[in-house]
């Protein structure tokens, strides 16, 4: 499957931002899709994943109540809304797919990887 993120930009503290990764490939419906971020420096960090129907979605502490993940598998599309951003929450976000998952967290566990998109947020 192949994943396009897009979405990013520049916001200052507090403000929105909505992302979007749109999938192509093989069927969509068949993967948990992810978002993972990496600021500079920094490792690639986990931020909210998403099961194969939508059912079920869980998010790193840090994001709870801030951050939403939906997905629209009619559309094969999968968006992160992100709500009072930070501007440590500046990095490069990435989303991924993976079949079969027993550590949603780890990013080894995915399989396919979008290109990233940047999301700047400033003081």
């Known amino acids: 499957v192949q994943l396009v993120a897009s979405g990013g930009g520049s916001v200052q503290t507090g403000g929105s931002l909505s992302l979007s990764c749109a999938a192509s490939g093989r069927a969509f419906s068949d993967y948990a899709i992810g978002w993972f971020r990496e600021a500079p420096g920094k490792e690639r960090d986990f931020v909210a994943v998403i099961s194969r129907g939508g059912a079920a979605s869980y998010y790193a502490d840090s994001v709870k109540g801030r951050f939403r993940i939906d997905r629209d598998n009619a559309d094969d599309t999968v968006y992160l809304r992100m709500n009072s951003l930070k501007p440590e929450e500046t990095a490069v976000y990435y989303c991924?797919?993976?079949?079969?998952?027993?550590?949603?967290?780890?990013?080894?566990?995915?399989?396919?990887w979008g290109q990233g998109t940047r999301v700047t947020v400033s003081s």
């Open positions: 991924a797919a993976a079949g079969i998952l027993s550590d949603y967290s780890q990013s080894d566990g995915y399989e396919y």
